[in-house]
């Protein structure tokens, strides 16, 4: 949940000094420096120190953001020459459709989903741009893709990380995921960009609250905000009907609940009273109540994923948990904390011990 007085500068309300050093320092917990800098009033409230600090995460975080940009830019036109169909996801989506400037939404690293059909050809594509597989990628005829997303990194100025989904969510036991073929025919391309595809109106909706719910436990600060400027610049663009419908579909409803109510109250965003109480009426299904149960343990998670993998792919992918390669760690870990690669890993061990004798 957003702090107070941080949801009090966004919205554009009065703060006085005391309150906007506690707001800013909320913004850097929550990765939201960018967009409170940019909606600073010209106001002596606002301390010196603030303004300062506040500039400095916008101009890094603009920096960054345009150096990601640029570099899925061509990856999406590798892609597209190649055939494959990508819809770029979360922040590199809406930091070009429901934010006014790219520097306002910071990035770790950029997401797209392609089909399952497509995965055996994007190796080739991504080698030849000198992107590293930075996990195994792990397929098989019997099961497919396992895992739902696969990382990728390439060491420039900045390392970049790029994040290829085959799918909504890593849960083993979820299956009933929005088909790719039917995202691609809804997904709009942007204005002089045919390369770029990004998710409809509707699909971003549900998607940033399936995600913020089941990969966050309904606690991500800047996935609240993304919510808030798609229903507030695209409230005319959004088919409440369809939005339930797919919910109920791809059992969604528990994260829509819990989102959805949250944001009427806290933000005043325009979603249609009617809206919310029918939201209240839909069931939630057995196949969301067992996500919901996997989702609050990486343990259990792992556990029904190996049940389901053939012996070979299963020694493969416990051997990832334990001792993943350099790379994967140098996207998760080291480039975020400044750690050295070796205490990453005992970090990693650390994390995994506790998780066992947990549960």
Known sequence: MIPTQLRTALQGETLDSAEWETAAAAAQQTLLSSLLYSRLPDTDAVPDAVRRQLRQAYAATGLRNTLLLQALDNVLQALHHAGIRAIVLKGAALAQTVYTDVAQRPMRDVDIQ???ADWPRIPSVLHGLGWELAEPLLLDDATGLVTHAVWWCKHESIPLNLEIHSRWLQSPRYD????FDQLWQRAPALPDRPHWRVLACDDQLLHLCVHAFHHHDGNWPLAEVDLVQLLTQHRDDISWARVL???????????LQALL???????????PQNVLLQ????PIGRM???SIRCRRSDVMRN???LRNLPLRLALRYIAHLVVPPAPYMAAHWRYQSGQSLWWAYVQRWGSIGQSLIHH
């Open 303 to 305: 556990l029904c994923l």
């Open 279 to 282: 939201l209240t009426q839909l």
């Open 261 to 271: 109510p949250r944001l009427a109250a806290d933000w005043h965003v325009p979603i």
């Open 176 to 179: 009933a995921h929005p088909p």
């Open 288 to 290: 969301e109540h067992t």
């Open 245 to 255: 419908h797919s919910a109920e579909t791809h059992h969604f409803v528990a994260a």
């Open 114 to 116: 392609v089909s399952r």
